[in-house]
């Protein structure tokens, strides 16, 4: 066996008790880069402490601005972060590296697109891979200059400064698309629209406001008036429901499991998991229990569920689920039943080709998984019988780490996963959070 494999056993006992989830990823990273562009020091907790945070904050220290979190008990981020603020980030000596991170190169893309700077991003080989032109395009019918000109893959340098308001009709549904124009159009005079396909996470519309920059939204659109500069703001983060969907689809699928999921996120742009749940039969509910700034959170509880059902999840559905479809399309593997993921075609540029890795993962089981253009159909095997000394390749990727890893958790012979590490990025306590509910 090669050394970075990580052995996957059974849980001793069904998981029941309660649970905090780390904070949310998508909210740590606003709260970090937001907290870097504000004038004076803002206040942040509960910020994820995780590989891809990390790399949003040794960003923003590269370009200026100072952070002083510290690990607290409950294992989070929390202090002050003094950000460069109307004087703008300033030129650093080398490339920022920005890791594994899509959001973090994404958003900063927009971050320095306003400023007379000459940045160069680059990453991860996985990052490295990944389409940036989605981003840069925009950008560039803002002013904003990236060389080399029309390149799609990183490392890209930014040339920015003097920018004009857009209208922007995304081709895509990407959080990470309409947050960079919209931080960019902030430091254009007028007023800069993103409108999308179907509605993508709307956390930057929901927390600019923390910062005293005023956003408009409505289901598949958003905009921000220009100029406006963020000044110091305060930001609680909930716990993130794309951690929590994993040890939610772990007890739906574990017999005799009962779990709750306490202080994480509900934004409904998030929680579609649980309907995809509801819609397999699962027994999931969510309960709000209060709200931080603007962002409601709760409880989501989960219970074992012997009889799934498949079930067809519409393309305007798959923005709002689209961290936590390997993880469905396993549990759609144990259901009766077809279930059909309509339009899943961004799966191809996440972390790793994820469309390719469920079917892989899937045929390891014996489960028919198959694409028909960007649909995505998985025909389950309810009491789908785990063959002896499956290995599965994470392919460094985060999500696929903990969704095969559940193969194991959940059944009753162990799994060997490549690369089990990857979970860093995200989750790094998962292993020891799943085990302690089944104890
Ligand atoms: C994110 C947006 C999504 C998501 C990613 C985080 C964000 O990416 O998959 O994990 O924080 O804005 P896309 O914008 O590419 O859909």
Not at 4 to 30: A, Q
Not at 402 to 413: A, E, N, Q
Request: aromatic content about 4%.
């Amino acid at each position: 066996m090669s050394d970075n494999v990580t052995v996957i056993k059974p849980l001793e006992n069904p998981m029941h008790g309660s649970t905090r989830v780390p904070g949310d990823k998508s909210i740590s990273h606003r709260a970090v880069l937001f907290s870097a562009m504000a004038e004076g020091t803002s206040r942040v907790s509960g910020v994820l402490d995780s590989a891809d945070v990390r790399s949003s904050i040794g960003a923003v220290r590269a370009l200026g601005a100072q952070v002083s979190l510290e690990k607290q008990a409950d294992g989070s981020l929390a202090g002050g972060i003094t950000g460069w603020g109307a004087a703008g980030p300033s030129q650093p000596a080398e490339p920022v590296d920005c890791g594994n991170s899509g959001t973090t190169v994404r958003l900063l893309m927009g971050i320095l697109a306003p400023w007379d700077i000459q940045v160069t991003l680059t990453g991860d080989s996985s990052l490295c891979k990944r389409p940036m032109r989605r981003i840069t395009a925009p950008l560039m019918k803002m002013g904003a200059r990236f060389l080399p000109e029309g390149r799609e893959t990183l490392p890209i340098t930014v040339h920015g400064g003097g920018l004009r308001p857009l209208t922007y009709d995304a081709p895509m549904a990407s959080a990470q698309l309409k947050t960079a124009v919209l931080l960019a159009g902030m430091y254009a005079s007028g007023t800069t629209t993103v409108n999308e396909p179907a509605p993508s996470r709307n956390h930057t519309e929901l927390m600019l406001p923390e910062y005293g920059v005023a956003t408009t939204a409505g289901a598949c659109t958003a905009s921000v008036t220009g100029p406006a500069q963020p000044q110091a703001g305060e930001v609680l983060v909930p716990g993130d429901p794309s951690s929590a969907a994993f040890l939610a689809c772990a007890a739906v699928l574990r017999p005799e499991s009962s779990i709750q999921i306490e202080d994480v996120s509900l934004n409904t742009a998030r929680i579609g998991f649980v309907r995809t749940l509801e819609r397999m039969g699962a027994q999931v509910s969510v309960a709000h229990t209060g709200a931080a700034g603007k962002e409601p959170y709760g409880i989501i509880e989960a219970c074992h569920t012997p009889d799934l059902r498949g079930c067809e999840v519409p393309a305007d559905k798959i923005a709002g689920i689209i961290d936590e479809i390997p993880v469905l399309a396993l549990v759609a593997a144990h259901a009766h039943g077809i279930t059909v993921f309509r339009q899943v075609g961004e799966l191809r540029v996440k972390e790793t080709d994820r469309l390719a890795a469920i079917m892989d993962g899937l045929a390891k089981l014996g489960v028919d998984a198959w694409c028909e253009g960007d649909d995505l159909y998985i025909e389950g095997q309810p009491g789908l019988q785990v063959p002896e000394g499956l290995e599965f390749d994470s392919l460094g990727d985060h999500r696929l780490a903990m969704t095969w890893s559940l193969v194991g958790l959940t059944g009753k012979v162990p799994v060997n996963i490549k690369d089990f590490e990857a979970v860093r990025v995200s989750y790094p306590g998962f292993l020891d959070d799943i085990e302690r509910l089944a104890r």
